[in-house]
T-cell receptor, first 114, second 112 residues
């Protein structure tokens, strides 16, 4: 597709379950970012990929959160043993190279933990 | 660390009114500055950016000037339209270029 694609768009899960969120960046974009948007916290940086490596993953809030990127394209954000405070919109973005180029955001995956 | 502070919302204006949304920042070095907009039901979109002091970013009638002396990047538009109703986020990139730091967002509603 032409833009950043994320799935699922909405996910309701029970506390304690694991969830996987997928991001398909714009073709050819080497940089990929994950952010979290939640009430009261604004937009928080989670992790940055350049190709398949993650030079900055300092924003991951706990060891329950992990992310990988394969083939320099699709990325998966995994949250293990979900908690209610994980409820948020998870945004993926991509760009050519780095922030010196325009970042394009997906529409997000809305996660609700009940 | 880096931080961005935006004026609190929500902001409600009548069509054709003048808009200012204040944004100030704290950062080391020389960050790039951005305004992003999120229309209802849509993802974040880059509205404009400025990469060095005294640069002016502009797009769709919106403008913002990178003021290093006041560490500000205020968003302005001379005459707002109903279609400008959205949430506006000020952001900066750190000098390593690996992350954006966002402000809290300002909800703008423009009434006809």
């Amino acid at each position: 597709g032409a833009g950043v694609s994320q799935s699922p768009s909405n996910k309701v899960t029970e506390k304690g379950k694991d969830v996987e969120l997928r991001c398909d960046p714009i073709s050819g974009h080497t940089a990929l970012y994950w952010y979290r948007q939640s009430l009261g916290q604004g937009l928080e940086f989670l992790i940055y990929f350049q190709g398949n490596s993650a030079p900055d993953k300092s924003g991951l809030p706990s060891d329950r959160f992990s992310a990988e990127r394969t083939g320099g394209s699709v990325s998966t954000l995994t949250i293990q043993r979900t908690q209610q405070e994980d409820s948020a919109v998870y945004l993926c973005a991509s760009s050519l190279g780095s922030l010196r180029n325009t970042i394009y955001f997906g529409e997000g995956s809305w996660l609700t933990v009940v | 660390g880096n931080s961005v502070t935006q004026m609190e919302g929500p902001v409600t204006l009548s069509e054709e009114a003048f808009l200012t949304i204040n944004c100030t920042y704290t950062a080391t070095g020389y960050p790039s500055l951005f305004w992003y907009v999120q229309y209802p039901g849509e993802g974040l979109q880059l509205l404009l950016k400025a990469t060095k002091a005294d640069d002016k970013g502009s797009n769709k009638g919106f403008e913002a000037t990178y003021r290093k002396e006041t560490t500000s990047f205020h968003l302005e538009k001379g005459s707002v339209q109903v279609s400008d109703s959205a949430v506006y986020f000020c952001a900066l990139s750190d000098t390593s270029g690996s992350r954006l730091t966002f402000g809290e967002g300002t909800q703008l509603t423009v009434n006809p």
